[in-house]
């Protein structure tokens, strides 16, 4: 079994940055791939990014390419989310994801076998 929990979400201005966090527990992070995806209100969920085990494979949902960037802490075994440049569309609840398939950096939901609980980004504008 993997557990993931997020941390760090918030109410922030447009503009602003903000760091997800999601401790991984039960597997290595380096066993296992890692993705972020996202659901605002009244919306279907959505992939934002994910990164393969060996961390060499990223994948970025073309919304966030260039103010997002999905990293670890291998010694923490732990997942980030680093949002740069955020805009109120980036209002969602983000969940961490986990998928056992390690050499994939997937943005396909339903490959994803592990889910956090999801921690809430508000975005004000």
């Known amino acids: 079994q993997v557990q993931l929990v997020e941390s760090g979400g918030g109410l922030v201005q447009a503009g602003d940055s903000l760091r997800l966090s999601c401790a991984v527990s039960?597997?290595?992070?380096?066993?296992?791939?890692t993705g972020w995806f996202r659901q605002a209100p009244g919306k279907e969920r959505e992939f934002v990014a994910a990164?393969?085990?060996?961390?060499?494979?990223?994948n970025y949902a073309d919304s966030v390419k260039g103010r997002f960037t999905i990293s670890r802490d291998l010694d923490k075994n732990t997942v980030y989310l680093q949002m740069s440049s955020l805009k109120p569309e980036d209002t969602a609840t983000y969940y961490c994801?986990?998928?056992?398939?390690?050499?994939?950096?997937?943005?396909?939901?339903?490959?994803?076998?592990?889910w956090g609980q999801g921690t809430q980004v508000t975005v004000s504008s």
């Open positions: 039960g597997r290595r992070v380096l066993s296992i791939a």
């Open positions: 990164v393969n085990g060996r961390g060499q494979l990223t």
């Open positions: 994801a986990a998928d056992r398939r390690s050499s994939y950096a997937s943005f396909r939901e339903g490959e994803y076998e592990y």
